[in-house]
């Protein structure tokens, strides 16, 4: 019940995100989408994955939209800090979210770990995570930056989300339903 009960104040905190995304013809608060997505895409991954890491994939993005990638620098220094301030944001409110919904302190604490990216390549569950953070960028919003950025930049960002991910991830990723675009792209970049 609580499970339950936490996955539905993260959603509902994610429907406020005043950014919206039309998918399949229906309009969806952005955060509220990305999530659904990240807990579609954990159940393929990894059937069995426990509690802690369905928590941390549908709460990855909670309330995004609070700290505004342009309330930072827009250089590179600009977008990690504010990488790390969006960490600490979506940890504190999973830790609000999953406190009140009467989880104990161990199950929190495993939540944040993986939610500030701690132990990447070394523990399992941030690991999965991380890969499914991938799969699911590459899925559905890879075309659209795409589209924004020059081949040379989107070469350059999947070298970049390769080296995050597990060979178990690789595997996920080559199985995807890339655009001809994508495709070229990705197979550019891993050549």
Not at 91 to 101: G, R, W, Y
Request: aromatic share 10%; with cysteine.
């Amino acid at each position: 019940m609580r499970y339950q009960n936490a996955i539905a104040k993260f959603d509902e905190a994610n429907k406020k995100d005043p950014n919206k995304e039309v998918f399949n013809g229906e309009t969806y608060a952005k955060e509220y989408i990305y999530g659904v997505r990240m807990t579609d895409r954990l159940e393929v991954f990894m059937p069995d994955a426990p509690e802690s890491l369905k928590l941390a994939a549908r709460c990855q993005h909670i309330c995004r939209w609070e700290i505004p990638r342009d309330s930072y620098p827009m250089d590179r220094p600009g977008y990690l800090t504010w990488r790390n301030e969006l960490k600490k944001l979506h940890a504190q409110k999973a830790e609000e979210i999953l406190s009140s919904v009467g989880y104990e302190q161990e199950v929190i604490e495993e939540v944040k770990m993986m939610l500030l990216k701690k132990q990447l390549k070394k523990n399992e569950l941030t690991q999965a995570l991380e890969d499914v953070i991938c799969l699911v960028f590459l899925e559905f919003y890879f075309d659209g930056f795409a589209a924004k950025h020059s081949e040379e930049k989107m070469v350059d960002i999947v070298q970049k989300t390769w080296g995050k991910m597990s060979e178990k991830g690789h595997e996920a990723a080559m199985q995807l339903p890339f655009s001809a675009t994508g495709l070229a792209i990705v197979q550019k970049a891993l050549a």
